[in-house]
Structure formats: C-alpha cells, structure tokens
C-alpha cells in the first residue's frame, strides 16, 4: 500500500520525536512512559507494593514504568487486545477488555486482592471518523471505570486516556459522581495537537 502524504509526516515527526529518541535511549518501550513518569512524580500514585492493573497496555512503557515503581512486593496486572513482549514481574492477559469473558480471566487473577491503581491508556482501532471514533474511545473509558468500582481499593486510583469532544463532559461528571477528587492532566510528552487528556480520580466515593 501506498504511503500517504500524512503518514509520511507522522512517520518523520515520530522518529525525530525527542521523547521518542529518550525512550529508544532508556530501554523505554515507548514514548508513553515518559507520560506516565511525569504524572506519578506530581500525584505519587505509584507506591511500594501496589496493585496495579494496566488496561490497553502494549506495547509495555506504562507497565515497564509500574513494574519498576512499585517493586517486587507490588503486583502489575496488565491487558491488551494486541501481543505483548514479556516484562519480568507482569502477569500479561491478550484479550479484548470490552468482552465478559477476558474481564472475568482478569478477576479470576486478581482473586480477592484490591487494587490500588488502574491505569487505561486504552484507545481503540480509528475509524476516521471523529464521532465514532470519540464514542468508541468514551466507552472504553466508561468500561475502566466499571472495573475501578468494582475492585478499587478505597483510597485506590484511576489513570484513564480520554479525548476532548462529544460525551467528555458526560463521563468527567461520571468520574466526579464516583471519586471524592478527579483532576486534569495533560503531561508534556502528550503531543500539542493531540485532543488527549489524562483524568485522574481518587479516592472512591
């Protein structure tokens, strides 16, 4: 198939990306964890023995980032439709989230142990379309907040990618209606032009 103007742009500003160069550097599996790294520094969500699940985690810089945090006596729990490259100390579920049967793989796992951290980068296949593709991204993110309700410890937290525009403001009241704190971040590794926000909750309700 033949490259498009567009992808050839994207293609060149990835690879000349600063972020991208330091992730290639550190041994970083991607720019997202630089993303992660900067928010955890401000809001200390990472702590020593933490549960951890990490939704839409391939290629692996979140997980990298949790594994390496919250050390050997924590738990990372990670999920992603695509493949993943094993990561020493994540226990790694291929399945598409949105599915009973995955969720139920990853409750089985967890067993009776509450979660202190989930984090959803999840984003799904673009259309094109940016009303499809806003609902699509909004349901994913109503989907981990489902997850935070049902195996977040009280004082646990929820990490989840969303995208400015059409329901935004449907799912930040839902946030608010279930933690006691929800705040804004939009971390420097984030490209200016991208619509994505991170939401930060806390403490549940």
């Given at each position: 198939?033949?490259?498009?103007?567009?992808?050839?742009?994207?293609?060149?500003?990835?690879?000349?990306?600063?972020?991208?160069?330091?992730?290639?550097?550190?041994?970083?599996?991607?720019?997202?964890?630089?993303?992660?790294?900067?928010?955890?520094?401000?809001?200390?969500?990472?702590?020593?023995?933490?549960?951890?699940?990490?939704?839409?985690?391939?290629?692996?810089?979140?997980?990298?980032?949790?594994?390496?945090?919250?050390?050997?006596?924590?738990?990372?729990?990670?999920?992603?439709?695509?493949?993943?490259?094993?990561?020493?100390?994540?226990?790694?579920?291929?399945?598409?989230?949105?599915?009973?049967?995955?969720?139920?793989?990853?409750?089985e796992k967890l067993g009776d142990r509450r979660?202190?951290?989930?984090?959803?980068?999840?984003?799904?296949?673009?259309?094109?379309?940016?009303?499809?593709?806003?609902?699509?991204?909004?349901?994913?993110?109503?989907?981990?907040?489902?997850?935070?309700?049902?195996?977040?410890?009280?004082?646990?937290?929820?990490?989840?990618?969303?995208?400015?525009?059409?329901?935004?403001?449907?799912?930040?009241?839902?946030?608010?209606?279930?933690?006691?704190?929800?705040?804004?971040?939009?971390?420097?590794?984030?490209?200016?032009?991208?619509?994505?926000?991170?939401?930060?909750?806390?403490?549940?309700?």
């Amino acid at each position: 198939m033949k490259r498009t103007r567009t992808s050839k742009a994207w293609m060149r500003e990835h690879v000349n990306d600063p972020y991208v160069q330091l992730a290639k550097k550190e041994g970083w599996r991607s720019r997202a964890a630089f993303k992660l790294m900067e928010i955890d520094d401000k809001d200390l969500l990472l702590k020593r023995g933490e549960v951890v699940v990490d939704l839409g985690a391939t290629p692996g810089g979140w997980s990298q980032v949790a594994v390496k945090r919250v050390g050997d006596q924590g738990l990372v729990f990670a999920l992603d439709l695509l493949e993943m490259e094993p990561i020493h100390g994540v226990l790694f579920i291929q399945g598409d989230f949105r599915e009973d049967e995955v969720l139920h793989q990853l409750e089985e796992k967890l067993g009776d142990r509450r979660v202190g951290l989930v984090m959803s980068d999840m984003a799904p296949n673009m259309s094109g379309v940016p009303l499809v593709d806003q609902a699509r991204v909004m349901h994913l993110a109503e989907l981990g907040l489902e997850f935070c309700r049902a195996h977040l410890k009280p004082d646990g937290a929820f990490l989840v990618k969303v995208f400015q525009g059409s329901d935004y403001e449907t799912f930040l009241r839902s946030m608010r209606e279930t933690f006691k704190a929800v705040a804004v971040r939009k971390p420097d590794a984030s490209r200016d032009r991208s619509p994505e926000l991170y939401l930060l909750g806390r403490a549940l309700r």
